[in-house]
């Protein structure tokens, strides 16, 4: 209590810093210890997926609480939108472990400056002090102000060093979750080409469907209407009389 006073007022924020450090991570460890995921039979159930057999790695999904919506999309084979809803509570997940990691991350970097500050106050406050003497540089006053200013640099680096070190743990974990919730969504995600399949033969079977329906119009056998004559057309000219008849004319002619 003696060197927290020494510390000067700057050591009230850094308690408070350190008190939101060490719930954050006792709020996680309790977290990550009740639902240890994932475990180490994890692998060998994923293997057995891999192989056919889906319950094991089901039931593993199923032993942590905020997995058990995820392991029942994964046992839904037939669900409309199973991979769109699987990403949706994967995300969930991570969501949700992830959660604090933020403030944990912004009390590491700020515990620190705030020691720094500390200690920059302290040392102006000594060489005031040392500049307002009379009687000179007294070196025992000096050296008791810069290493009273010193302790908010200490108590800073200390809880940042505390709270990063627990960051960097839960981090990993949610990392190691998030790749077995990617490995557990690959190994029983339905084959690639069932869907693609389908739906061609689907096409198909309606595409041959319309060409046999499909009946070829034959070419109309009436004849074509006749042309109109325009109004404005001119008549044919008569056509003249064939040479027999003139000659005829000639040789019996009219008595």
């Given at each position: 209590?003696?060197?927290?006073?020494?510390?000067g007022?700057?050591m009230?924020?850094?308690?408070?810093v350190?008190?939101?450090?060490?719930?954050v991570?006792i709020?996680?460890l309790?977290l990550f210890s009740?639902?240890?995921?994932?475990?180490?039979?994890?692998?060998?159930c994923?293997a057995?997926?891999l192989?056919?057999?889906?319950?094991p790695l089901l039931?593993?999904l199923?032993?942590?609480?905020f997995l058990r919506?995820?392991a029942?999309l994964?046992?839904?084979?037939?669900?409309?939108?199973?991979?769109?809803?699987?990403?949706?509570?994967g995300?969930?997940v991570?969501?949700r472990?992830?959660k604090h990691?933020?403030?944990?991350a912004f009390?590491?970097?700020?515990?620190?400056l705030?020691?720094l500050l500390?200690?920059?106050?302290?040392?102006?406050?000594t060489?005031?002090?040392?500049?307002?003497?009379?009687?000179?540089?007294?070196?025992?006053?000096?050296a008791?102000?810069?290493w009273?200013?010193l302790?908010t640099?200490?108590?800073?680096?200390?809880?940042a060093v505390?709270?990063l070190?627990f960051?960097?743990?839960?981090?990993?974990?949610?990392?190691?979750?998030?790749?077995?919730l990617?490995s557990?969504?690959?190994?029983l995600a339905?084959p690639?080409?069932?869907?693609?399949d389908?739906?061609?033969?689907a096409?198909t079977?309606?595409?041959?469907t319309a060409t046999?329906?499909?009946?070829?119009?034959?070419?109309?056998?009436?004849?074509?209407?006749?042309?109109?004559?325009?109004?404005?057309a001119t008549?044919?000219?008569?056509?003249?009389?064939?040479?027999?008849?003139?000659?005829?004319a000639k040789?019996?002619?009219?008595?």
């Amino acid at each position: 209590m003696n060197i927290f006073l020494l510390g000067g007022w700057m050591m009230w924020p850094l308690s408070l810093v350190s008190v939101a450090v060490v719930a954050v991570a006792i709020e996680r460890l309790l977290l990550f210890s009740s639902c240890p995921f994932p475990s180490g039979a994890f692998g060998a159930c994923l293997a057995k997926a891999l192989e056919g057999d889906a319950g094991p790695l089901l039931a593993e999904l199923e032993k942590a609480v905020f997995l058990r919506r995820f392991a029942a999309l994964l046992a839904a084979p037939d669900h409309p939108r199973r991979e769109a809803a699987l990403r949706a509570e994967g995300e969930a997940v991570l969501s949700r472990l992830e959660k604090h990691l933020a403030l944990l991350a912004f009390l590491a970097r700020i515990a620190p400056l705030l020691g720094l500050l500390g200690t920059v106050l302290g040392m102006i406050s000594t060489f005031l002090e040392i500049a307002d003497a009379q009687a000179g540089v007294d070196m025992n006053q000096l050296a008791k102000g810069i290493w009273q200013a010193l302790i908010t640099t200490a108590a800073g680096l200390a809880i940042a060093v505390f709270a990063l070190f627990f960051l960097h743990l839960f981090q990993q974990r949610v990392n190691a979750a998030a790749s077995a919730l990617s490995s557990a969504a690959a190994a029983l995600a339905p084959p690639a080409g069932s869907t693609a399949d389908g739906t061609a033969a689907a096409e198909t079977s309606t595409g041959g469907t319309a060409t046999a329906g499909t009946a070829t119009t034959p070419a109309s056998s009436s004849p074509a209407p006749p042309k109109a004559t325009p109004a404005n057309a001119t008549p044919p000219e008569p056509s003249a009389p064939p040479a027999a008849a003139l000659a005829a004319a000639k040789t019996h002619p009219e008595r």
